[in-house]
């Protein structure tokens, strides 16, 4: 073990619940899912061992030649069986594939896309089905894995919508699903099981609300309820406790300290992600990444500490809300960066980073580094995505919460708000409590016993923040039973399509803070403030390798053992065009209604473009894009004694010309969104938003919403500090609306 690979010890187990019982699948249906999943990730073997149905077989010498490759890829202190394995491994060989693959059928994905899985694997299973949706009689399972992937291949481009949709969902899929599950993907990329720069943290020793088992509502009484523990309610909590008010912080998520962080990408779908991390529109166009975390989206970004931007605080004064561009704004915002430690006195960027920063100047291109919430600290971890284990960054879970706790606040995990519940006085709707289902963990701290107790629980209060997230505060509004229309409305994602680039040096793309830098020469390319930034991502093989475009599975297998020279970067686009969430008709979780607009795509195809040509002038070797059909990018050496072309380089214009002539469309290109906004606008009337100025709930008292669900529109930029300041706003208006309505009091017993 080298000295850099000796800062932190492996985390200790996160247990997970029990696999859901029964089958989502009958076996002749998994038979083929499975068989479909050999497909993108097929087992490869020589030609002089026997032929096998489900193996993909290929040439001795070939074989040798892919295994000379993977060796020159794969660090010399693993054992020499290691090519081999890689190889020979397949989804199905992995018991762990198809446990987590049942987990996400039965918990994840919604009904209406399981039974339409389920009908096309029927029909695959079919001579006259396979006809149809093949052009072989024989049903899919029983071929070859050689034309199984023409097969694949072939849906990718299909004139049938289905077949196009079930090529994309189902190659995601099963890619992430097996750089999660893997014993040998680590190993062949050379990807440690925890960062090796920095230390372990100390957590914060928080204390729980407990309940024991009984068949009676509990009760719990207090000032401020707030149902949900990110961004927004953390800053409200700390707010409010320090001003003197009883306050309650309850969370559906539960709290997990340092020592378990940061979490394997698996584990972290389930425990710290809404949906296991599986939420996507309804049409699949983009995958939607939110998080479900004790602190919510604070636990799991990227440390991106920007300020709203003056063009978009004067679009949101220009709606009526001339706070945004008051002083007394700037000051909430200046507030909630100085508790943080918000700076760029201690960034060090990586690979990605730096060649993003350079090739910007090198274009003349407008950049700069992204201040970070790490309390004035060098925090270069790229696994924070899985949880701080270092403690460092200054999140809810780390800052805002403990202070609360500190002033006086409780707190509870594992509790499912069900609805807000309002009392009518004086034709007044007002929210006196919340009501939900607390669920405890099992009897030794976990989540894999049956031995865990599920209470009803009423929370009363005076006061009812809902701070549930962008896409769940609207579902708890609807659930409560108010009928404004602009609820689940107004829905911004930020969408991002990426672009990755190999170089000829180890880039080693999970070290160092994630997103530390950002070129915003494209944010206004409508001269309305819609356009695009540029920046990088996060490169935990399963966050990136899914989206890469696929070929053939021995491709994939070889693309992946080179993702120690890549980088990766989104074009964000700050969209005009929203969309909605919806509570589904069958079981109520969120619904996204919501496809990037032929106007947004085109600003963030222009982004893509800008980031080819920033790759180019910093030296990248090879270029990918998230676009099925667009080739790869192969530099050309350069004669010695030539010039070097640089962007004018004619086979360089001629791929530029090919992405545009591709352009981003569904299902082809791949989009994401990490940020999400707007579901409960703020604005200055009923007809138009959903709270006003102060967050309180239009036709309410008592109710507010303070959360990134309130901005008027898309932020442009990441939303922490946004939703921060926002809510520093609202808790203390609302404190001071508290002690009034005691000072009211008090004279009323005079």
């Known amino acids: 073990m080298t000295t850099r690979e000796m800062g932190f ?14 089958e989502v699948f009958s ?36 074989y040798e030649g892919v295994v000379t490759v993977l060796k020159a890829a794969i660090p010399q202190s693993h ?64 071929q070859p894995i050689d034309v ?45 099981r925890v960062p090796v720069h920095g230390k372990p943290g100390k957590g914060f020793d928080y204390k729980f609300l407990q309940f024991v088992s009984g068949t009676e ?39 997990h300290p340092p020592e378990h962080l940061p979490m394997s990408e698996n584990d972290a779908g389930i425990h710290m992600f809404m949906n296991g991390g599986v939420e996507s529109s309804d049409d699949n166009s983009i995958s939607v990444i939110a998080g479900q975390a004790w602190g919510g989206g604070g636990t799991i970004n990227w440390s991106a500490s920007l300020q709203t931007q003056g063009y978009v605080r004067r679009e949101w004064a220009e709606k009526g809300l001339s706070f945004f561009t008051s002083s007394e704004y700037q000051t909430c915002l200046d507030r909630v960066c100085h508790r943080m430690g918000v700076s760029t006195d201690y960034v060090r960027h990586n690979a990605a980073n730096r060649a993003l920063l350079e090739g910007a100047r090198k274009l003349g291109y407008s950049a700069k580094t992204v201040p970070q919430n790490t309390g004035g600290n060098e925090h270069y971890c790229g696994y924070c995505t899985l949880g701080c284990g270092a403690a460092q960054k200054q999140g809810p879970v780390v800052s805002w919460l403990p202070d609360a706790q500190k002033a006086g606040a409780q707190f ?40 865990r107790i599920k209470r009803e629980v009423l929370l009363r209060a005076k006061k009812i923040i809902v701070s549930a997230g962008t896409l769940q505060s609207p579902l708890l509004l609807l659930r409560s039973g108010l009928k404004n229309h602009q609820i689940g409305r107004n829905l911004h994602l930020h969408p991002v399509s990426f672009l990755g680039a190999t170089y000829k040096e180890e880039t080693r793309p999970w070290e160092g803070a994630i997103l530390t830098s950002v070129c915003d020469e494209l944010q206004n390319l409508d001269g309305r403030g819609h356009g695009v930034k540029l920046e990088t ?64 795509r085109q600003h963030i195809l222009e982004g893509v473009i800008a980031l080819a040509k920033i790759n180019l002038v910093t030296g990248a070797e090879t270029m990918i894009t998230g676009t099925e059909g667009v080739s790869q990018f192969v530099r050309s050496e350069v004669a010695s004694g030539q010039e070097d072309l640089g962007i004018n380089d004619p086979r360089f214009q001629a791929w530029i010309a090919e992405i545009r002539k591709k352009g981003l469309h569904a299902p082809d290109a791949t989009f994401a ?16 938003s959903v709270v006003d100025f102060k967050g309180k709930v239009w036709g309410t008292e008592g109710l507010y919403v303070s959360d990134a669900s309130i901005f008027p529109s898309a932020s442009g930029v990441n939303p922490m500090i946004t939703n921060m300041a926002i809510s520093d706003w609202i808790s203390r208006g609302l404190g001071k609306e508290l002690r009034n309505e005691i000072h009211v009091g008090e004279m009323a017993r005079l």
Request: hydrophobic share 35%.
């Open 673 to 688: 969104s990490a940020h999400q906004m707007g579901t409960c606008r703020m604005g200055v009337n009923e007809k138009t």
């Open 148 to 192: 199984r992937q023409a097969i694949l291949r072939g849906w990718a481009t299909s004139y049938l919508p289905p077949l196009r949709q079930s090529y994309r969902a189902l190659t995601s899929l099963f890619k992430n699903v097996w750089l999660k599950s893997s014993p040998t993907v680590g190993p062949v990329l050379g990807f440690p």
């Open 79 to 142: 054992d020499a069986n290691i090519c081999d394995r890689y190889l020979e491994e397949c989804p199905s060989s992995i018991p762990a594939f198809r446990a987590s693959l049942q987990r996400t059928f039965s918990d994840f994905v919604r009904e209406d896309a399981r039974k339409g899985i389920a009908l096309i694997l029927t029909i695959l299973d079919t001579r006259a089905g396979s006809l149809i949706t093949t052009g072989y009689a024989k049903p899919f399972y029983q």
């Open 27 to 62: 076996h002749s249906q998994w038979t083929t899912l499975l068989a479909i999943a050999d497909t993108v990730i097929p087992s490869v073997q020589p030609s002089s061992l026997p032929a096998l149905t489900s193996h993909l077989s290929i040439s001795s010498s070939e």
């Open 412 to 451: 509870m995990e594992g509790f499912d708000a069900e609805k807000i519940i309002f009392e009518e006085r004086n034709n007044n709707k007002i929210a006196v409590g919340v009501k939900g289902i607390w669920t405890s963990r099992d009897k030794e701290g976990g989540f894999s016993g049956n031995n």
């Open 9 to 22: 010890i492996a985390p200790l187990a996160n247990s997970l619940p029990p696999l859901p019982e029964g």
């Open 537 to 600: 991502t996060c490169m935990l093989p399963s966050w990136f390798l899914t989206f890469v475009p696929w070929s053939g599975g021995l491709d994939f297998k070889l693309f992946c053992s080179q993702f120690k020279h890549y980088t990766g970067f989104i074009s964000l686009a700050r969209e005009r065009d929203p969309g909605r969430v919806y509570p589904d008709p069958v079981d109520g979780r969120c619904r996204i209604e919501y496809s990037p607009s032929a106007y947004d």
């Open 217 to 255: 509502p509990a009760i719990v009484e207090t000032d401020v309820v707030i149902v949900g523990s990110g961004c927004g309610g953390g800053v409200c909590a700390k707010n409010l406790a320090e001003d003197g008010h009883s306050v309650l912080v309850a969370d559906k998520a539960y709290y």
